[in-house]
């Protein structure tokens, strides 16, 4: 086992939002939700978002209801892997 010379501190934030569309503005990516990093999900979460969010108005009569229908998924996912990243990180705990 090797040790680190210099310790170091790095602070991990959980965020989440209780609804990504307001009005007809949307929070897509980190702004939505931060995942902690071992989710490995940053870029992947906010290419979805947004592949999503162009479907969603595709397939929508209306601005608003795309949102609404976009804006339920993605909170949901966005909830879920905030709450997963915590598990990982709980479980990794417990293994050291």
């Known amino acids: 086992m090797s040790e680190t010379p210099d310790l170091f501190v790095q602070a991990i934030y959980d965020l989440t939002?209780?609804?990504?569309v307001a009005d007809r503005a949307c929070l897509l990516g980190d702004a939505a939700f931060v995942a902690r990093p071992h989710t490995a999900a940053g870029t992947a979460k906010a290419t979805g978002d947004a592949t999503a969010l162009a479907d969603a108005l595709a397939s929508h009569e209306s601005v608003d209801d795309a949102?609404?229908?976009w804006g339920d998924t993605r909170t949901e996912y966005g909830t879920a892997l905030v709450a997963r990243g915590k598990q990982m990180g709980d479980v990794r705990l417990h293994l050291d």
């Open 67 to 69: 949102l609404a229908a």
């Open 17 to 20: 939002v209780p609804a990504m």
